[in-house]
C-alpha cells in the first residue's frame, strides 16, 4: 500500500499538478483533454492524460463491467447503486495508487478526465447515495486527494446525448433515463457553486477552438507557478491506457 493510507487526516500535496474536467455525457471532456495535453506540450511540460473509470489496467477491466450495456451477466441481473459506486470506487484506488500519485510525484501535470466529482453527480446526484457516505469510502479509497482545478464542461443534457449518439457506441449510462441524466446535470451545477475556488464553468455549447482558448486562458497562469517549464521535447505526453474502441 502506497503512503496515501486510508487514516491520512489532510490528503497529501505533490509537486505536479492535478486537473479534471468534468460534464454530463458527450459534453466535450475528452476533445478539450487531448487540446490541453497538445499545448502544454508545445509548451515544455510534462503530461499525463488519464480517465475515470480506468486509467489502470484492472482499473479499466472495472470500466468494461460498469459501461457495458445489460447483456452478458447483466442480462438478468441489475447492477445496485452500492456495487456502482463500490466499483468506481475500487478502480479509482488503483487508478490514484498507480497512475496518477506517480506521475505527480515526478511533478507532471495531470489531466483527468472525470474523477471523484462524477461520483457525487452520478451515485450522489443521479443515484440517490447519500453524498456524505461517498465522500467518506471516496476517501477511504484515494487518501482524499482533491484536483487543483476542475473544468466543468457545461451542456443541455439533451445535446450532450445527441452528440453521444451520432459519435460512439452507446453504454449502459445511455440506457438511463432523461431524468437521470437531468439529476446529473444539475448535481455537476450545484457541486460547482459550493466551491467556485476550484471549479471554472464553461460554456460547452462554444466550438471545440472557442472552448480550448478559454480552458487555456485559465491554465496559463497556474502553469509556470507550479512547475517550471522543461526544456521542450518530441513527445512528453503520456497516456495512461490507451481507450480500445471507442473514445469515451
Ligand atoms: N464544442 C463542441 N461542439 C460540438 N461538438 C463537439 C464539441 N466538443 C466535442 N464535440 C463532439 O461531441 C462528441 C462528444 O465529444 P467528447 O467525446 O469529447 O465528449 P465527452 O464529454 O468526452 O463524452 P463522454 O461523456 O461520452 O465521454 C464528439 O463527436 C465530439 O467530436
Ligand atoms: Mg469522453
Not at 54 to 79: D, F, M, S, V, Y
Not at 214 to 240: C, F, G
Request: glycine share 6%.
Amino acid at each position: 500500500m502506497s503512503s496515501h493510507s486510508s487514516q491520512r487526516k489532510s490528503p497529501p500535496t505533490y509537486p505536479g499538478l492535478f486537473i479534471t474536467f468534468e460534464g454530463p455525457e458527450g459534453s466535450g471532456k475528452t476533445t478539450q483533454c487531448q487540446h490541453l495535453a497538445q499545448w502544454l506540450q508545445t509548451n515544455g511540460q510534462s503530461v499525463l492524460i488519464t480517465r475515470e473509470p480506468g486509467g489502470t489496467p484492472i482499473a479499466e477491466a472495472i470500466r468494461n463491467l460498469l459501461l457495458t450495456k445489460k447483456t452478458g451477466p447483466q442480462k438478468h441481473e441489475t447492477i445496485t447503486p452500492v456495487c456502482e459506486a463500490a466499483l468506481v470506487l475500487a478502480a479509482r484506488s488503483q487508478h490514484v495508487t498507480h497512475t496518477i500519485v506517480p506521475a505527480l510525484q515526478k511533478g507532471m501535470i495531470v489531466l483527468c478526465d472525470r474523477f471523484f466529482d462524477s461520483t457525487l453527480a452520478y451515485q450522489g446526484f443521479g443515484r440517490g447515495l447519500n453524498r456524505e457516505a461517498l465522500t467518506r469510502f471516496n476517501d477511504f479509497a484515494t487518501g482524499g486527494i482533491r484536483p487543483t482545478l476542475t473544468f466543468l464542461l457545461d451542456l443541455p443534457v439533451k445535446e450532450g446525448l445527441q452528440r453521444r449518439k451520432k459519435a460512439s457506441k452507446q453504454n449502459r449510462m445511455d440506457q438511463e433515463s432523461l431524468a437521470f441524466h437531468e439529476r446529473v446535470h444539475r448535481g455537476f451545477i450545484t457541486l460547482a457553486r459550493q466551491d467556485a475556488k476550484r471549479w471554472r464553468k464553461l460554456d460547452a455549447q462554444q466550438s471545440p477552438e472557442q472552448l480550448a482558448e478559454e480552458i487555456i486562458r485559465h491554465i496559463q497562469p497556474m502553469v509556470p507557478k507550479s512547475i517550471s517549464p522543461r526544456k521542450k521535447r518530441t513527445s512528453n505526453t503520456r497516456l495512461a491506457t490507451k481507450p480500445k474502441k471507442s473514445r469515451a
